[in-house]
């Protein structure tokens, strides 16, 4: 099976389609989602990126992250990928969009419309080792002061996210 994502503008209008990895070859603005999931002591599932990624191995990021696949809304990929990476499902609420681009050493680019679901869990997740190496749960404000201190530890996607967060919910930083 052809694992396609889904080519936008930059409003998020469907435009085509492409082969995943063509895609992050030539940079081309493509459908993704973010999942971050906090537990009832307000801290953040995240996830160390397995280490035969194909890029950003090893990395700390979201709780789960993926692109939606064509005929597929992102509520239910991000749904189906928590579960495939975490080994659990939650009610997901999608909280903001966003674009970035990204290059990577290996020559490839991650030019994204990223959602970003929220969700909630006080379970514990039973990775996938194909998608994920470890994980930890991180108060806010921990993360925050490493991300600041060691931000090559951490993926693009998931340092902007965390600063969205911060100006949207500065709460959550007390």
């Known amino acids: 099976m052809t694992d396609n994502v889904i080519l936008v503008d930059t409003s998020d209008n469907d435009v085509g389609q492409m082969e995943k990895m063509e895609a992050h070859r030539l940079g081309e603005l493509h459908r993704a989602l973010s999942i ?4 009832s002591k307000g801290e953040i599932l995240l996830q160390q990126r397995a280490l035969s990624k194909y890029h950003t191995p090893g990395l700390w ?3 789960a992250c993926s692109h939606p696949r064509p005929g597929e809304i992102s509520l239910e990929a991000a749904l189906r990928r928590l579960g495939e990476e975490m080994g659990f499902t939650t009610e997901l609420m999608e909280s903001f969009s966003f674009v970035y681009k990204a290059h990577f050493e290996n020559g490839l680019v991650e030019y994204e419309y990223d959602h ?3 969700g909630t869990f006080d379970g514990v997740p039973i990775i996938n080792p194909e998608e994920a190496n470890d994980y930890k749960w991180v108060k806010p404000t921990v993360l925050m002061e490493d991300m600041r201190s060691t ?3 951490y993926t693009v ?3 902007i996210i965390m600063e ?3 100006e949207r919910l500065p709460d959550l930083f007390v």
Do not use: A, G, M, Q
Request: proline residues 5%; neutral net charge; charged residues 20%.
């Open 151 to 153: 931000p090559d530890h």
């Open 36 to 39: 971050l999931v906090f537990n």
């Open 164 to 166: 969205k967060i911060e």
């Open 116 to 118: 970003v679901f929220f």
């Open 157 to 159: 996607w998931f340092r």
């Open 61 to 63: 990021s979201n709780t």
